[in-house]
Nanobody, 114 residues
Framework: QVQLVESGGGLVQPGGSLRLSCAAS????????MAWYRQAPGKQREWVAG???????TYADSVKGRFTISRVNAVRAVYLQMNSLKPEDTAVYYC????????WGQGTQVTVSS
């Protein structure tokens, strides 16, 4: 059974930082491209960042230079370091694993507010 479990969300002030984690089980983790998506209230889910099994990273323009995606295949985890957070980063953040099929985590709430 595939499970993706996100953690690390919370409330942070503008300009602050958070680090999200996603722990994967039930898949051969190193073979999957991992990504973070987010969904703000009333908006469609959007892709934030992705990382291949061999560590090639890509970012949405809205987060480039502020967010960093990383992974440790040995512990089957992917991370999203978020710096210089803005109120518009407020959303539920989802972990996604893709290969022939895709899998989603349950999401973790990030709220950026003073």
């Amino acid at each position: 059974q595939v499970q993706l479990v996100e953690s690390g969300g919370g409330l942070v002030q503008p300009g602050g930082s958070l680090r999200l984690s996603c722990a994967a089980s039930g898949i051969t983790f190193s073979l999957y491209t991992m990504a973070w998506y987010r969904q703000a209230p009333g908006k469609q889910r959007e892709w934030v960042a992705g990382i291949t099994g061999d560590q090639i990273t890509t970012y949405a323009d809205s987060v480039k230079g502020r967010f960093t995606i990383s992974r440790v295949n040995a512990v089957r985890a992917v991370y999203l370091q978020m710096n210089s957070l803005k109120p518009e980063d407020t959303a539920v953040y989802y972990c996604h694993a893709s290969r022939a099929v895709g899998y989603w985590g349950q999401g973790t709430q990030v709220t950026v507010s003073s």
